[in-house]
């Protein structure tokens, strides 16, 4: 596997379009399954997310919270390869934890 295989691992709030591949946790708003769109807000900014195929929407709904895994198209667009909802996720929790670290 090469280093195009990963994904950077990153805040959404520090997303610049510029990666290859990411990994972002935030909360899912604006989705519309039929134009396969939504938007992941962070805490200060939001992803516009496009995704491939219908079935990658089925079980999702706004307010979810989501790790996305996906190919940057502009500053603020994500092409969506793999999605996983976080149930139970406390989002709160993992930004102090993320300050807290310095990352």
Known sequence: MSDEDF???IILENFT???KKVSVIGVLKELNKESLKAKLT???KSLNLE???KEQLKNLKNDDT???IGV???SLSLKVETVH???DFDFQLFEKVRKAEGK
């Open 17 to 19: 379009g510029l990666e």
């Open 51 to 53: 995704f491939e195929e």
């Open 66 to 68: 989501l790790r996305v």
């Open 72 to 74: 940057p198209k502009e």
């Open 7 to 9: 994904a950077q691992e």
């Open 42 to 44: 962070g805490k200060t």
């Open 85 to 87: 909802e976080l149930k």
